[in-house]
């Protein structure tokens, strides 16, 4: 195919560089993969990573002042929001201008509703000043005072100029119960309105005795599965596949009916005698129904990994041990368990990821003590429509799990892990 | 047949439970006693299977695969539980002893080297579960890795190793504890042809200079022939011949031992006479074939010759006077050679058998065989053992 | 638009879920009617939607979804997909919306029928009922209510106190999970009187004294958050006493025959009505102008009892449609029924919710 000509170079027979050649080659190939990945590719994009782009931009966007109240943030730059001042008239009539115009474009309500998340009152002051800026005549302080006494207080002021740039923090603060103070420095939020930071510290952990829990239960049905003859080891597969083919709203709400008051569990005891009729365990609607719930759930995503990394360490490895003067245990704790290692890293890392993420379960189990920081999420899109905080905490969400699964690359290496 | 050839067949099980005397058991390292192994209930694996082993000895296990040679290692090295019969180690019966307390050795068909460990490492195990210092496993573990010369390697994973080298550290292993038995199950199964000739002469030569008695499994005829004092050759179940490399090529028990060790020609026939050290043998194609009885039954039984090609001399011509000491004489006709270097191996159509191979050896004095050529061949009757059928 | 969608699903899928996407193929007939389900969006059916489909041949669909109706119409109008057609809402909700620009402004004069005396709607619906984008239906009130049979037949309760009274009512109690009405009720329990109740409450001493009040109870609470909850609790004997739409218990209590009781005391009443979308006035403004007219209004009240919004509907309500009781003495507005009634200060919650809910959650996590 290739001779070296005179100048060195090798080329193939027809004349052509030999590296060009090969390049063109190469790129035909690689085009032609590229375009059997490129449906999936696409769908990754649209569905995956600009959404997660998108809700990591809303978590910090901060639009509403700087849109709406363009000419009171420009009238406002060269006033000291340290002075203890209030501002000059003519910010008052840039505010009138922007409060009337916001009015017209029926921009006003964002913008109510957006300072009234860091500051209480805000959305009437907004809304009635918006109405009465249609009609106000000169001099605008006067008419605003009027319209709203929160047109005469400082911190108004102040949060305007604070939040008038494009990006916010207060969301990220928001979400680890944190906010700027009026002077603008970083302070907890009141004790009667934290709830962040327990609940996501109640997600980590809970997450952590789920996984612990499915390790626990799933290590020795692994064991088996990978260890069993064929044809028990499959009907024993099928088990634990089960719960795949059932609903998870169905699995959920069978817990229910068996950890509840009046439910399966509770009246097989009261009829055994093991507890009286008014001493019934409360097993759900906290975090024990949730820890359940979810530790039956998950197992499938422990036991899958495990057995998947069980079924590739022969049992010679164990009878090498044995006969090398090893006990049974010890056999098992320095050759089985360690040869393991990549199966409950995988299972674990995933058990735990998901755990974090899940949502209906505990919803549906948790009552109010068994609730996850995904529940929040969840009530910031549906209910409270505050998306901003919903992105952070979702975005804090993501960045713990990059996180972990750094932490978990660098310990065990991703390329270890087997699935399925 | 030579004394220590026994041809053990299916034992009644009456008489299987009758000890054997005692004062046998005494000379003994290592003993199977009428041992039998069933997975299933319904299926013998193992159907009566004796052995004596004598201290220092090295002792084949032969036989395809499923013939129950394994599960007769897996039982001494205590993995599997005999379902009946006794075995015994130095005198003790050690069927309810744990692996781990028998103190044996073992290497394993793909090394079962622990791969999250280093060679180092593999090696101190076996030491450290008996408790030795940490300069005992030091001197130990070098010791045992310059024996099998990976001085350099300890720091190695297995995983770093070569096919050989991890062969090497698995022999190590098995014998840094300093057991007096050690099972290999198909250790140089994993190797190619060289490196297992190589190895084949590695273990024969600690085995020689450590004194230790080791039970080998092969499915591998050679490796076996190499390296044994004694082979037991496995077929169903039942040790079929138990004897040296020499008896079991030279003297092979039955047509199963025949056709398993080294490669033979079979001819089939009836038995029609016996005259003391010979049997007269009538082919199923006609001719009569002077044979040596070695499992016949009386006249009129049927019988497979086993004759190797070796064994089989091409006359030049019918005054050729090599032919005088053959009692068997043959014309025949060529059917195929395969030149193979130092010999050549050549089909020939004899007595009613197309499928009849000679070996002859590329040395002056042979004749260039071509297909189709008409020969005499002949061999003696003493070369010809008259099998069951 | 697309993108801004996006981020409703990447942040739900990131908790987890998945949420399918709602696409509907609006043909001309068909509308989307958005309420809130139960015992409610029947009413409607039977005295708007269904005689509406008999008349026109258009089709109603109900979609139950009023509870989230401001976040819905937030999402739908992101994706550029608006398929709901009317909604019912609140007006605290309404008012947001129509700030936001989501929906149609309304002339009321205009688009709805005057009286049948001829009074034009602006004087015709309740007073300062009417609102930018909002057409009051109903006048309806959170109340409440108890199953008689878990009390002695001669000591049933009968006041908000007796619902933080845990000593002489015990029994668990079902609440909406909210700050709203319940810390108006726990300072009424407290000893507030109702007219106070929002200046109480915007102090910070006010809201803490209410959250103080509510825990002397929280241990025996069951948090709701649909609307037919508190009928089924009661109902399965699960609480005592049930915070709940008047509408529903009304409905328990004459078609189901469940032996509940109103606890009128206290009773924190509001309007709610239809908004329309903005884009869908023309589609829907027949059937606004005909459903919202002095009959229609009253022909609701014989299916459920919530006062209509129109003075002029007043004397046409006369009984219940089904079992034929009278339907006065159920209304909210019923004088003897109204006597502590508190109107539910929408400026107030419009400012306050954000902050009240969150510390609300942040003591329902405690």
């Given amino acids: 195919m290739s001779e070296s000509t005179s100048s060195g170079v090798l080329t193939t027979a027809d004349g052509v560089p030999l590296k060009v050649s090969l390049r063109r080659a190469v790129r035909r190939s690689r085009f032609k993969a590229l375009l059997l990945v490129a449906p999936l590719l696409l769908f990754l994009g649209i569905a995956f990573v600009m959404p997660i782009f998108d809700m990591l931009s809303r978590s910090v966007a901060n639009p509403e002042v700087p849109t709406h109240l363009s000419r009171t943030v420009a009238a406002l730059e060269d006033w000291d929001s340290q002075s203890g001042e209030l501002p000059d008239e003519s910010t008052y009539a840039a505010l009138a201008t922007d409060l009337a115009e916001g009015h017209e474009n029926r921009a006003i309500g964002r913008l109510s509703s957006r300072l009234n998340y860091e500051q209480s009152g805000m959305r009437s002051a907004i809304m009635r000043s918006g109405m009465a800026s249609r009609t106000m005549e000169p001099p605008y302080k006067e008419g605003l005072l009027e319209a709203h006494e929160a047109w005469g207080q400082l911190e108004t002021w102040r949060l305007i100029k604070r939040e008038s740039s494009p990006y916010t923090m207060s969301y990220y603060l928001a979400a680890v119960d944190m906010k700027l103070s009026p002077e603008g420095a970083i302070v907890d939020v009141a004790d009667n309105q934290k709830i962040y930071q327990a609940l996501f510290w109640r997600t980590f952990w809970m997450s952590g005795v789920i996984t612990l829990l499915t390790l626990v239960l799933g290590f020795p049905i692994a064991y088996l599965l990978a260890n069993l003859p064929l044809r028990k080891s499959n009907l024993l597969m099928i088990l634990v596949l089960l719960p795949f083919w059932t609903s998870l709203l169905v699995r959920t709400t069978t817990w229910i009916a068996i950890l509840q008051s009046q439910g399966v569990l509770n009246d097989m005891m009261v009829a055994l005698g093991v507890i009286a009729d008014d001493a019934r365990w409360q097993m759900i609607h906290n975090k024990l129904g949730t820890i359940i719930a979810m530790t039956h759930i998950l197992l499938p995503f422990m036991i899958l990994p495990l057995y998947s990394v069980m079924k590739t360490i022969p049992s010679s490895y164990m009878h090498a041990a044995r006969s090398l003067g090893g006990k049974p245990f010890l056999s098992f704790r320095r050759v089985y368990f360690p040869l393991t290692i990549p199966g409950i890293a995988a299972g674990g890392i995933l058990v735990f990821i998901l755990s974090i993420g899940y949502y209906i379960t505990p919803a549906l189990v948790g009552g109010q003590s068994g609730r996850f920081i995904t529940n929040y999420i969840a009530y910031h899109m549906q209910t409270s429509l505050n998306w901003g905080l919903a992105a952070a905490i979702a975005s804090i969400l993501l960045f713990v799990v990059i996180i972990f699964y750094l932490v978990f690359n660098r310990l065990i290496g991703v390329d270890k892990v087997k699935l399925g | 047949m030579t004394d220590n050839s026994a041809p053990i067949g299916e034992v009644d099980p009456e008489l299987a439970d009758v000890e054997r005397p005692t004062n046998e058991q005494d000379d003994c390292f290592a003993r199977f006693v009428n041992v039998q192994k069933s997975y299933d209930g319904v299926e013998l694996v193992v159907k009566a299977f004796n052995l004596d082993i004598n201290k220092g000895e090295f002792i084949t296990l032969l036989g395809p695969s499923g013939s129950g040679k394994t599960t007769c290692l897996m039982m001494m090295a205590g993995f599997e539980t005999p379902t009946h019969g006794k075995i015994l180690l130095k005198g003790q019966p050690i069927n309810d002893l744990p692996p781990h307390k028998r103190g044996i050795g073992m290497v394993f068909q793909n090394y079962a080297l622990f791969p999250h460990m280093t060679v180092a490492e593999n090696l101190a195990f076996p030491l450290e579960v008996r408790h030795f210092t940490k300069e005992q496993i030091k001197d130990n573990v070098e010791r045992a890795l310059s024996m099998v010369r990976l001085e350099d390697f300890g720091d190695r994973r297995p995983a770093q190793l070569s096919g050989g080298q991890q062969q090497r550290v698995a022999l190590a292993r098995a014998l840094v504890f300093e057991p007096e038995l050690v099972l290999m199950d198909e250790p140089l199964g994993a190797l190619d042809k060289n490196l297992r000739e190589e190895m084949q002469y590695e273990i024969k030569r600690i085995h020689a200079s450590l004194g230790v008695t080791m039970i080998y499994v092969t499915h591998d005829q050679s490796e076996a022939l190499t390296m044994s004092d004694r082979i037991a050759v496995f077929n169903d179940g039942v040790v079929q011949q138990l004897a040296d490399p020499q008896t079991l090529y030279e003297s092979p028990a039955n047509a199963f031992v025949a056709y398993f060790i080294g490669e033979n020609n079979r001819l089939v026939g009836d038995v029609i006479e016996r005259l003391g050290e010979q049997c007269k043998v009538r082919l199923d194609g006609g001719d009569t074939v002077l044979a040596k009885p070695v499992a016949v039954g009386g006249i009129g039984s049927r019988t497979t010759l086993s004759l190797r090609p070796e064994r089989v001399t091409v006359l030049h011509g019918a005054s050729d006077p090599r032919g005088d000491a053959l009692d068997n004489r043959f014309s025949a006709k060529v059917q195929e050679v395969i030149y193979l270097g130092d010999h050549l191996r050549t089909r020939i159509a004899v007595c009613g058998n197309e499928e009849f191979i000679i070996k002859t050896p590329n040395a002056e004095g042979h004749y260039a065989l071509r297909p189709g050529q008409e020969i005499e061949v002949g061999w003696a009757s003493g070369d010809c053992h008259a099998l069951d059928a | ?366």
């Fill in chain 3, 1 to 366: 638009m697309f993108k801004k969608s996006m981020l409703h699903h990447a942040i739900l899928a990131c908790s987890g879920v998945s949420v399918l996407g709602m696409a509907a193929i609006v043909q001309a007939e068909e509308l989307n009617v958005v309420s809130w389900g139960g015992a409610y969006s029947m009413s409607q059916q039977k005295a708007y939607h269904d005689p509406w489909m008999e008349k026109t041949g258009d089709e109603i669909i109900n979609i139950d979804r009023s509870g989230n109706a401001l976040a819905g119409l937030r999402s739908q109008f992101e994706a550029g997909n608006v398929t709901w057609d009317l909604v019912d809402m609140l007006p605290a909700d309404a008012m947001i919306a129509c700030a936001e620009g989501l929906l149609e402004p309304i002339d009321h004069d205009a688009m709805l029928a005057d009286a049948p005396d001829g009074t034009p709607p602006s004087e015709d619906f309740v007073e300062g009922s009417l609102s930018e984008c909002f057409i009051p239906q109903i006048v309806y009130s959170n109340i409440v209510a108890f199953n008689t049979e878990m009390f002695p037949e001669d000591d049933q309760p009968d006041s908000i106190e007796d619902v933080f009274d845990l000593e002489n009512y015990p029994g668990k109690r079902a609440l909406i999970r909210k700050p709203i009405n319940n810390l108006e009720w726990a300072l009424v329990a407290d000893g507030v009187a109702p007219e106070d109740v929002y200046d109480v409450l915007e102090t910070e001493e006010g809201v803490q004294r209410a959250f103080d009040k509510l825990d002397t109870i929280k241990d025996e609470v069951i948090w709701w958050e649909e609307g037919s909850q508190p009928p089924q609790l009661l109902a399965d004997q699960e609480v005592a006493f049930g915070s709940a739409y008047n509408g529903r218990i009304f409905n328990a209590m004459v078609s189901e025959d469940q032996p509940f009781e109103i606890i009128w005391d206290a009773q924190v009443f509001e309007l709610d009505g239809w908004v329309v979308p903005a884009g869908k006035l023309d589609k829907v403004e027949d059937f606004l102008y005909w459903a919202t007219d002095t009959q229609r209004l009253a022909d609701q009240a014989k299916y459920i009892s919530y006062g209509p919004a129109r003075e002029s509907s007043n004397a046409l309500v006369s009984t219940h449609a089904e079992t034929g009781i009278e339907m006065e003495t159920h209304m909210p507005t019923y004088p003897a029924n109204f006597e502590t009634a508190i109107p539910k200060n929408d400026p107030f919650w419009a400012d306050n919710n954000d902050e009240l809910t969150r510390r609300f959650n942040a003591w329902l996590a405690q």
